[in-house]
């Protein structure tokens, strides 16, 4: 067995389970912001979270294990390790440290560096790219609602 079905997956759990504990914390103070119509409920964010993950996983694990590993493959890898970093640091801004405004930014961060990434990724391997398809979208109205939460707040 290759030892990145371990470690690609470890990944993926570990930034989860940090920015699932931020979250957490950060409920009281969310669950009393004023919130737009269309904000989806936790149960909802959660699943489709979840399933993101699964399918950001699975499409890093065919990254590591079908493309050549070249200079395109580091910048793939590297912009892989920049959402999970961006990912996390986007839950601590909004959750954790209340900073709706700087949150809104780094989710553009955030959503540049996912559209880079499908693009780059869709040109080696399109099962790659599309498998990430869905975070982009999520990320995109993900950051529609922030923006919402900071206008009505």
Known sequence: MKI???FI???????????GTITEKGMVW????NLPLIAP?????GL???VIYVLATIS????????????SFKIIVSLFIANAF???FWTYLFFGLHFIAWSVLEM??????????VVVLSRKDLIASFLLVPYFLWVCFATYLAYAILTIN
């Open 86 to 88: 961006l990912n996390w």
């Open 9 to 19: 997956p470890l990944i993926t759990i570990i930034v989860a389970y940090f920015g």
């Open 4 to 6: 990145n079905y371990f």
């Open 30 to 33: 969310y669950n009393g912001l």
């Open 60 to 71: 890093a694990l065919i990254v590591w294990n079908k493309l050549k590993h070249d200079k």
């Open 48 to 50: 489709v979270w979840t």
């Open 41 to 45: 409920e936790g149960k909802i964010i």
């Open 108 to 117: 553009v961060i955030l959503n540049l560096t996912n559209l880079f990434l």
